[in-house]
Structure formats: C-alpha cells, structure tokens
T-cell receptor, first 118, second 110 residues
C-alpha cells in the first residue's frame, strides 16, 4: 500500500510554455500533498503544501503565480509550471500524507518528474 | 523545525556494516526520526522510523539514545546497490512537511 505516482516521469518543453505535472495517491486518501524541487547534487527543497480543497501554502521565495498548485480531490494534486524557463529545469517530487490518525499519516513520496526546459 | 546534521559522505566496502549518525539537538517532544534513501532521479524511499531506543526492520536498524538528540542508522552488510543518499529527518507527525537536510552520500565499493 501507500503508493504515490507522478505523471509524466519526464518532460521536455520549450521556453515560455506551461507544463502540468500530476501527483496521485493510488491506494489512500491524501489530505495533504507536498511539492518539492531538487536541483542536481542538491537536497529536496519544499515548494508548497496543499490541503484538499484549500489553496496551497507556498514557501518563501516560491512564486505562486508561476507554480500553480491544485489539490481538487483526495487523490490528485497538480503542479503547473507556467511560462517555463530554462532555470525551471529541475526534478519535481511530490509527496502525499493521509488522514491524521490513519495508517497513512506519514509522507509517501512519488517517483519524481524530470523537467527540462529548452 | 528541528535541524539535522549528518556527514556529507561516507565510503564503505561491500559486506561491511555502515553506521550513519545524525544530530538533531532541538528535536521536539512529539517529533519522530525518519530515514529515507534516495537514488539518482528517483523519489525518496522510506527506510525506517523511530521515536526512542531501537527499531529494526528487514533493511536497517535505528538507534536512538535516551536524550534523542542524535540517531544512528545502521545498514548491515551493505551491497553495491546501497550506494545512495541517505536523509535523516525529524518531525513528520504534526502535519507539516518534512524538511530535507543535505543528506549523506554513501558509496559502496567492491
């Protein structure tokens, strides 16, 4: 149990276009989802936290208008990188947490999405 | 949020036991200690979690002293496939996100 998937696993896009990344909890309901970004040879950096049905909370320095997060259901969150530029090229990882008190009350991570902006 | 400190890198030979220690001096009373493993271009994979004393599962052991200001991940008889980055994190049960430190890059060689 506790599987989190991401789609696509990798994507290449042209500068100025928008890219959507999906994160799904396959066998549990994720009341909270988190989005991280990881540059080469660096650690994961938290970008934002989203609770189902609520607006995402962004970390300092992360542009909410550039990285649109939607958590419309208990099993799906999406991250849209708008007007992507080469500096947005990175490895994007989501994680999902189940309801407090449930057996899924910890963070389960997805496999990541490699974004390359040309 | 509790800050963690771990060695940047470690080297080991195949078959040896590897112990990675993490310092977390300002751990909160309700914080758990969790270790993750990450291979290149993959998401972090849960290894083990504990609150105090010793926890053991099929892949690792976690030793936590009484003051909980540090913890040690023990990997018995490592293999080449254990080459990865290992992250020690504290927290996790409060609903807030896990914050990753720099991690320890473990290299296992023949």
């Amino acid at each position: 149990g506790a599987v989190v998937s991401q789609h696509p696993s990798w994507v290449i896009c042209k500068s100025g276009t928008s890219v959507k990344i999906e994160c799904r909890s396959l066998d549990f309901q994720a009341t909270t989802m988190f989005w991280y970004r990881q540059f080469p040879k660096q650690s994961l950096m938290l970008m934002a936290t989203s609770n189902e049905g609520s607006k995402a909370t962004y970390e300092q320095g992360v542009e909410k208008d550039k990285f649109l997060i939607n958590h419309a259901s208990l099993t799906l969150s999406t991250l849209t990188v708008t007007s992507a530029h080469p500096e947005d090229s990175s490895f994007y990882i989501c994680s999902a947490r189940g309801r407090p008190g449930s057996s899924y009350n910890e963070q389960f991570f997805g496999p990541g999405t490699r974004l390359t902006v040309l | 949020l509790a800050k963690t400190t771990q060695p940047i890198s470690m080297d080991s030979y195949e078959g040896q036991e590897v112990n990675i220690t993490c310092s977390h001096n300002n751990i909160a009373t309700n914080d758990y200690i969790t270790w993750y493993q990450q291979f290149p271009s993959q998401g972090p994979r849960f290894i083990i979690q504990g609150y105090k004393t010793k926890v053991t599962n099929e892949v690792a052991s976690l030793f936590i002293p009484a003051d909980r200001k540090s913890s040690t991940l023990s990997l018995p008889r490592v293999s080449l496939s254990d080459t990865a980055v290992y992250y020690c994190l504290v927290g996790g049960n409060s609903g807030y996100a896990l914050n990753f430190g720099k991690g320890t890059s473990l290299l296992v060689t023949p």
